[in-house]
C-alpha cells in the first residue's frame, strides 16, 4: 500500500540549520495533514496539522500542503539537537473514519551540536 | 497533562497464546483507536472505536483481534491466538472526535516467540 510515501533519511544537520521534510500521496481525497514527531521508544506526539492546502506556522516549525502536488511540507528553522527525532507525516478524510490515520514511514533526524 | 496511558510496556507471549493489551484513554476523549508499527515499517490504522462499537476496521483486523471498553476508563485490544507476524509495537491513541487530533500512548512491545 503506498497510500503515504516519505524519505525515511536518515538526515543529518548541524545545528541552526533549516531542515525541509516532506511527503507525497495519492489519494486526492486526504484533507487533513499531520506532523507527528516520534522519540525512540515512544508513540508520535502531534506537532501540526493543516486543512486543505496551504501554510501554517508555529514558533519554528511551519508546515505547507500543496493538494494540486499531492505533497506536504514540513521545514524547521533554527533546527536544535532537540529536534532529534523520527518525523512522521499522516493524513486523513475522504471518507474514512474520523481520526483514522494514514502514515508515510517516518524520516529520522540528527541534528549534531 | 493528560495523557494515555498503556500497559504492559512489553509482553513477551508464545505463539498461540492469548494477549490482551491496556490503554487507559485520555477521560474526556470520545474516540479510541489502535495502531501497530512493525520494526521498520510504517504505523498501520488497526481499529476506531466510538460509542460502544467499532467505526472502522483495516484488513490487518480479521477474526483473531477483538476491542472491548470494559468501563468508563479502560480501552483494550484482544488477540485470540498470536502469530510470530503480531510482532510490533502497538499504539493506542484517543481523541475528542474531530479529524486532527489523535493523542497516541507510549506503546506496548509485543514480542511472539
Known amino acids: 500500500q503506498k497510500e503515504v510515501e516519505q524519505d525515511p533519511g536518515p538526515l543529518s544537520v548541524p545545528e541552526g540549520a533549516i531542515v525541509s521534510l516532506n511527503c507525497t500521496y495519492s489519494?486526492?481525497?486526504?484533507?487533513?495533514f499531520m506532523w507527528y514527531r516520534q522519540y525512540s521508544r515512544k508513540g508520535p506526539e502531534l506537532l501540526m496539522y493543516t486543512y486543505s492546502s496551504g501554510n501554517k506556522e508555529d514558533g519554528r516549525f511551519t508546515a505547507q500542503v500543496d493538494k494540486s502536488s499531492k505533497y506536504i511540507s514540513l521545514f524547521i528553522r533554527d533546527s536544535q539537537p532537540s529536534d532529534s527525532a523520527t518525523y512522521l507525516c499522516a493524513m486523513s478524510g475522504g471518507g474514512s473514519t474520523l481520526g483514522r490515520l494514514y502514515f508515510g514511514r517516518g524520516t529520522q533526524l540528527t541534528v549534531w551540536p | 497533562e493528560p495523557e494515555v496511558t498503556q500497559t504492559p510496556s512489553h509482553q513477551v507471549t508464545q505463539m498461540g497464546q492469548e494477549v490482551i493489551l491496556r490503554c487507559v484513554p485520555i477521560s474526556n476523549h470520545l474516540y479510541f483507536y489502535w495502531y501497530r508499527q512493525i520494526l521498520g515499517q510504517k504505523v498501520e490504522f488497526l481499529v476506531s472505536?466510538?460509542?460502544?462499537?467499532?467505526?472502522?476496521k483495516s484488513e490487518i483486523f480479521d477474526d483473531q483481534f477483538s476491542v472491548e471498553r470494559p468501563d468508563g476508563s479502560n480501552f483494550t485490544l484482544k488477540i485470540r491466538s498470536t502469530k510470530l507476524e503480531d510482532s510490533a509495537m502497538y499504539f493506542c491513541?484517543?481523541?475528542?472526535?474531530?479529524?486532527?487530533?489523535?493523542?497516541f500512548g507510549q506503546g506496548t512491545r509485543l514480542t511472539v516467540v
Open positions: 472505536f466510538y460509542n460502544n462499537e467499532i467505526s472502522e
Open positions: 489519494n486526492s481525497a486526504f484533507q487533513y
Open positions: 491513541a484517543s481523541g475528542t472526535g474531530g479529524f486532527t487530533e489523535a493523542f
